[in-house]
C-alpha cells in the first residue's frame, strides 16, 4: 500500500515562509515524480510544483514561480516544497501527489497522478 503522508502546514503572516514536507512509503519512487497541488474553498484543485525523482527536473505554475522551491531527499523518500513571501492568495489545502508513469507533457494534471496525501492546510493572513 502507498501512503503519502505531509506536514509543516500552519498559520503564517503574509510575507513569511513555510516548509511542506511530504514522506512516501510502502514502495520505492525511484524515477517517478511526485508534486504538490492546493485547493482552496470553493475552488478546483490547481497544480503547484512537481519534481521527477532521477533527473530532479523541476516544474512550477507560474503564481508560485520565484517564490516556491520544490527538492527531494531520495535517501528519505521526501519531498519538500520551500514557500517563501507568501500571499492570502496561497491560502489552500496542500497536497502531495505521487504518479506511476512520467509525462513531462502532464505534470501539471492532477488527474494523471495515482497517489494522493491527506493534505495539510495553509493559512496566509493579511
Known amino acids: 500500500q502507498v501512503q503519502l503522508v505531509e506536514s509543516g502546514g500552519g498559520l503564517v503572516q503574509a510575507g513569511g515562509s513555510l516548509r511542506l514536507s511530504c514522506a512516501a512509503s510502502?514502495?520505492?519512487?525511484?524515477?517517478?515524480?511526485m508534486g504538490w497541488f492546493r485547493q482552496a474553498p470553493g475552488k478546483e484543485r490547481e497544480f503547484v510544483a512537481a519534481i521527477t525523482w532521477s533527473s530532479g527536473s523541476k516544474y512550477y505554475a507560474e503564481s508560485v514561480k520565484g517564490r516556491f522551491a520544490i527538492s527531494k531527499d531520495s535517501g528519505k523518500n521526501t519531498v519538500s516544497l520551500l514557500m517563501n513571501s507568501l500571499k492570502p492568495e496561497d491560502t489552500a489545502v496542500y497536497y502531495c501527489?505521487?504518479?506511476?508513469?512520467?509525462?513531462?507533457?502532464?505534470?501539471?494534471?492532477?488527474?494523471?497522478?495515482?497517489?494522493w496525501g491527506q493534505g495539510t492546510q495553509v493559512t496566509v493572513s493579511s
Open positions: 501527489a505521487a504518479r506511476e508513469a512520467f509525462a513531462a507533457a502532464t505534470m501539471t494534471e492532477s488527474a494523471r497522478y495515482d497517489y
Open positions: 510502502g514502495r520505492s519512487f525511484s524515477g517517478k515524480p
